[in-house]
């Protein structure tokens, strides 16, 4: 039951990119760790330049191909995933990463492939 089209993933891609460098600073990020706050804000300026270089239709560069870019979420899945384990964030840091983590490891799994007709 994969459902996630090329399409509606390059539509998610600038809202979430946005999210990750605001939504730290709405949460007040940075309690347990400073560097929570700073790991979202940096990941999501590169989700955004990633998405701007991306080949699909909302990519603006279309330098990197769509295959590479699944494997950099998926990358960045993991280690929101492994983050507050390795830098002891705790609370809503922690959590936070954990829910982004799953939330992006979920969106690049539920991925349909593009077959050749």
């Known amino acids: 039951m994969k459902f996630v089209t090329k399409r509606i993933h390059a539509f998610l891609d600038y809202p979430v990119a946005i999210a990750l460098i605001i939504l730290p600073f709405l949460l007040g990020l940075g309690d347990s ?9 940096a990941t999501g300026i590169a989700a955004f330049i990633l998405t ?44 936070y990463y954990w829910i982004n ?13 593009e077959a050749a007709f």
């Open 33 to 41: 760790n400073s560097l929570a706050l700073k790991l979202s804000v």
């Open 101 to 113: 983590g799953v939330a992006v490891l979920t969106v690049v799994s539920l991925h349909k492939s």
């Open 52 to 95: 701007l270089l991306t080949d699909h239709h909302l990519g603006i560069f279309k330098v990197i191909s769509y295959k590479m870019h699944l494997i950099v979420d998926f990358i960045v899945a993991i280690v929101f995933i492994v983050a507050p384990f390795i830098f002891s964030f705790e609370g809503i840091d922690a959590y």
